[in-house]
């Protein structure tokens, strides 16, 4: 199965490409699971400005880099999104990139992971919300990892993984969790 | 005192402009409030990219359009937030506005009206919460007007005001309720 790990934040200063690094290498290898990161930031998708409704379908689609995002997306059978919490809510590069599309997502599992100083649970159960809209299946788990002191260099910077595994163990399960869930909606595909 | 009324949508065939001069036209004379159309595909914002979190003050801010955004916000005394639903939630490019700042929203209050089908109440609920987050202060009463085929012309394009005044008229309580309440909030100034 094809899941795709989508880096919600996009901003110069994010931790959140780092964050999905560490992520990935807590999850238990799973071999019927093919990762692939989706970098947002890399995809530097504009603001939303399809003359169209996306639920029309892709042959509606004006420009070539929706029609890119459009195949990138519908080659996956589901999907891991990091989000931050900016204001109690999603950030906007997230949901940018997800109201681009609509079928591409359509009945597909999916993993919500939050990060906040206080694990972002508010983004995370809006963004649940806008999933259902798209007709997603997202898993009961939802992991939520508060930042903490631990993770940061005096500077600021987040620590290179190995200078915070110890921490980072405690999410090992909720994470594997997740997945597990995953796995189950995979295999029973509606 | 001074009223920004925030069109929150930007795409190309939206509707959210010519909505935003209907209520308007709904509000009645109010000789304390002078309300200005803040039309943020004018803006066009780019996804949020400052480097430092908009908390720390505008003497963070690197660019100059984030400079003018700050100021054009901190000149206004209270908000009212025109939002379509994009999947259950709000559109990328008002949470991306909002997100710009911080101080130059904290302790205003703002009114919420949504646009969808249904009434975009979802969105509404969702975007109240960013609101709190920002330390706002939203008004109790959310207009959520549904959109019907009576506002559109054949050929799916939103009829001229005058054309479905006769409609329209049911939201002119409910506007003219959160507008009061509005001013209330502002003559008692935290």
Same mark, same amino acid.
């Given at each position: 199965?094809?899941?795709?790990v ?14 999905? %690094? ?6 238990? /290898?799973?071999?019927?699971?093919n ?9 530097d ?7 169209e ?6 042959? $509606? ?10 195949r ?17 809510? #999603?950030?906007a590069?997230?949901?940018?990139? /997800?109201?681009?599309? #609509? ?11 939050? $990060?906040?100083?206080?694990?972002g649970? &508010? ?11 798209? &007709?997603?299946?997202?898993?009961e788990t ?6 903490? &002191?631990?993770? #940061? ?10 200078d #915070? %595994? &110890?921490?980072?163990?405690? $999410?090992?399960? /909720? ?12 295999s029973?595909?509606?």
């Amino acid at each position: 199965m094809n899941i795709g790990v989508i880096i919600g934040s996009t901003r110069p200063s994010r931790i959140g490409h780092q964050l999905t %690094k560490w992520l990935l290498s807590i999850i238990t /290898v799973k071999h019927s699971l093919n990762l692939e990161m989706i970098d947002l930031a890399e995809w530097d998708l504009p603001l939303f400005n399809e003359p169209e409704i996306p639920a029309k379908g892709e042959q $509606y689609y004006s420009s070539e880099k929706t029609r890119q995002w459009s195949r990138k997306i519908a080659s996956k059978d589901g999907f891991i999104f990091i989000t931050p919490q900016y204001n109690w809510g #999603y950030p906007a590069s997230l949901k940018n990139a /997800v109201d681009y599309l #609509y079928n591409e997502w359509s009945g597909k599992p999916a993993i919500i992971v939050s $990060y906040a100083n206080r694990g972002g649970g &508010k983004a995370a159960a809006q963004f649940r919300q806008v999933l259902e809209g798209l &007709k997603m299946r997202p898993v009961e788990t939802m992991p939520a990892i508060c930042l903490t &002191k631990d993770m #940061y260099t005096e500077n600021g910077a987040l620590k290179e993984i190995e200078d #915070y %595994k &110890k921490f980072a163990a405690i $999410y090992d399960g /909720v994470i594997n969790k997740a997945i597990d869930e995953l796995q189950i909606e995979l295999s029973s595909k509606r």
